[in-house]
């Protein structure tokens, strides 16, 4: 990969200003959401290994900082993996839910450990305050309220290569004043050119009473940047007080949950008081509502031209596309012990108010429902991602990185992957030394980086358990043995952080052993018990005799479980990445000339030129290229002399 810089020891860069007032840091991180306060966390904890780092966090509003845009919850499907990943490589996400979560649950918990994810509903305001708190507790991080107007590039060595940005702010401290750096980090979530749709009604604004980020995306396309615009959308929320609460169906937590960061101690955890989730449902009468204003919905009605999450989508998009369903689950989440809103997890919406209102009053338990706020869709624009590469780098411009729904992703979860991954880089990009990035066989981070560079977008990208090929190796509960060894490396994982792990692979050694040599109590041998259908830990407690936490770490023993239920195929996998890791991991120079080899079918070379794989894998998902495809590239690349 390429290095940052001047390719030599980091130096803070000190500018002699022409005019104004001029500032320096190594990194600034643009935007306070979840992508962003990882970026800055990661390059903190960059600073505190020793690098010195100095970064700036630009937000339009301090006290926004981690604030829950839509559902208030962390976790699911897939997305649970990749917030066990981004604590495994020191991150922060794990920790603030741990902090603030009010309902924990394992999703799929009686079906196999590849696909249980851990999720937490959390209380919206401590949330947003602990990652607060947690960003205000690191020396290296100066917070700046303020948007950016301008990015400063400088053309250095032939290549454009950014200088750091201007900023206009209500602060006479930072109005105006141009922000150097090394690298910036780009995470504006859903705030450039924000436009949200209530009906007929259009505000300008990336979130529910703040406005939008106007420059950043004229600045973009200034310096070459191909743009596109997508949709998102929020359901509505209603007052507590209002519902039939006791009447509906409850939907619970668990009664021991499981924590999400490895360094939450479990005896004062969970920290807050848990609640409870109640169901509910739409109903034929509301269907029939919703078709009969179809004219009246911004997404039919023209008013709204981009594309929304395909697999959360809006409920007159569920009516339009499930015509045969008579209802869809709604599920009413609390959002905080601070107040009574409930979120209505199901029936995400931009319907008129009046039409909204009628919808709520037709579900059951709902029928004198008190909406304290109404759904909405926000359109917003992005850049497509196949002008970044696999490290959050852009390729148009050395030291800009990108992170977030800024790529065209949805979710706290991918934003927050790839919040690491971008601020990892930035911080290396600053130190002068080479970029990193993650395989699809080490992470789901990899995985969705991987997905990002080689495919554009048509709506925002969600992580799922299918889009893992080797899903059976990055579970849940596994994520520390896979990613914490190389946080390490890359300065982002602590002390204590790193003697858990040791400590961690110690009792994994430890229970193994046990496992080769003990029986059950019907005289059978433990290591074939293990792979019998329905035996699980607590199996593997019960007839070891071991208390997780008391005899050994909380998670061992499902890890012991899962690596010995599952070896074979967990064996076939390691295998399979393994034959496949030398072309894998090929790289293509940078710069290579894709139009130029012969044989090549035309739209093969479009694609190419398009996306610019980085290495032969990468490539070999493009669309439109097939192994022939693949195979011609190699002998080309042999012939140039860049075989690798």
């Known amino acids: 990969m390429l290095a940052g810089g001047d390719g030599g020891a980091r130096a803070v860069l000190f500018w002699s200003a022409m005019s104004g007032v001029v500032r320096e840091f190594d990194v600034v991180v643009v935007g306070g959401g979840h992508a962003g306060a990882e970026a800055a966390w990661a390059c903190a904890n960059i600073a505190d290994a020793g690098a010195g780092l100095r970064v700036g966090l630009v937000t339009l509003d301090p006290e926004k900082i981690g604030a829950m845009s839509c559902n208030p919850a962390v976790g699911g499907l897939a997305k649970g993996q990749m917030v066990r990943e981004v604590d495994a490589l020191g991150g922060l996400m794990g920790l603030a839910t741990d902090a603030t979560g009010i309902m924990f649950k394992t999703l799929n918990a009686t079906r196999g450990p590849a696909v249980r994810s851990p999720r937490a509903q959390c209380d919206r305001h401590a949330y947003a305050r602990e990652v607060q708190r947690l960003l205000r507790s690191r020396e290296a991080i100066t917070i700046i309220g303020a948007s950016v107007e301008r990015i400063c590039t400088e053309a250095r060595g032939g290549r454009r290569v950014v200088r750091g940005v201007v900023l206009k702010s209500v602060d006479a401290a930072w109005d105006g004043v141009e922000v150097r750096a090394r690298a910036v980090v780009l995470t504006t979530g859903t705030f450039m050119r924000g436009l949200m749709h209530r009906g007929d009604a259009q505000t300008e604004g990336g979130r529910e009473g703040e406005g939008p980020a106007r420059g950043i995306s004229g600045a973009l396309r200034e310096m070459g940047f191909e743009l596109g615009r997508l949709k998102t959308g929020t359901p509505p929320r209603l007052r507590r007080g209002s ?34 989730c109640r169901v509910t449902r739409t109903t034929e009468a509301g269907h029939a509502l919703i078709r009969e204003n179809l004219h009246r919905a911004p997404m039919y009605t023209g008013q709204i031209e981009s594309v929304g999450p395909r697999y959360c989508p809006s409920i007159e998009d569920k009516v339009v596309r499930f015509a045969d369903r008579s209802s869809h689950h709604v599920f009413l989440e609390p959002e905080s012990h601070e107040s009574d809103w409930v979120y209505c997890n199901g029936i995400a919406t931009s319907l008129p108010v009046d039409v909204q209102e009628r919808l709520v009053h037709s579900m059951p338990g709902c029928e004198r429902a008190e909406v304290v706020q109404w759904g909405y869709a926000v359109e917003y624009d992005m850049v497509r991602p196949h002008q970044i590469d696999a490290t959050g780098m852009t390729k148009l411009v050395d030291g800009l990185f990108l992170a977030g729904q800024i790529n065209g992703t949805s979710g706290y979860e991918e934003a927050a992957g790839q919040g690491v991954v971008a601020g990892v880089n930035a911080a290396r990009w600053a130190m002068g030394e080479a970029l990193v990035t993650l395989g699809r066989e080490q992470a789901y981070i990899g995985v969705m980086m991987d997905d990002l560079v080689t495919k554009t977008p048509v709506e925002p990208y969600r992580m799922f358990t299918s889009r893992a090929e080797h899903r059976l190796i990055l579970r849940a509960d596994n994520a520390a043995d896979r990613l914490t060894e190389l946080g390490r490396a890359w300065g982002l994982v602590s002390d204590a952080r790193w003697a858990l792990l040791e400590r961690r692979r110690a009792e994994l050694e430890r229970v193994d052993v046990l496992v080769e040599s003990a029986r059950c109590a019907d005289g059978a041998w433990l290591r074939d018990a293990v792979r019998r259908p329905g035996y699980e830990a607590a199996d593997l407690a019960r007839d070891l005799a071991l208390r997780p936490g008391v005899d050994v770490m909380w998670g061992v023993l499902e890890t012991v479980h899962a690596e010995r239920a599952y070896e074979g195929y967990i064996r076939r996998q390691h295998a399979e990445i393994r034959r496949h890791s030398s072309m894998e991991r090929r790289a293509i120079p940078d710069g290579f000339d894709f139009a130029r080899i012969e044989g090549l079918r035309s739209e093969t070379k479009r694609n190419l030129s398009r996306f610019r794989p980085a290495t032969i894998g990468q490539a070999s998902r493009l669309e439109g290229v097939n192994p022939t495809d693949i195979t011609v590239l190699l002998v080309a690349m042999q012939r140039s002399g860049a075989a690798g």
Request: aromatic residues 8%; charged residues 30%; glycine residues 12%.
């Open 243 to 276: 519902l039939d609460w006791d009447g509906l169906d409850e939907d619970g937590g668990e009664v021991a949950p499981t924590p999400f960061s490895e360094m939450t101690e479990r005896g004062a955890f969970p920290v807050l008081e848990q609640v409870s």
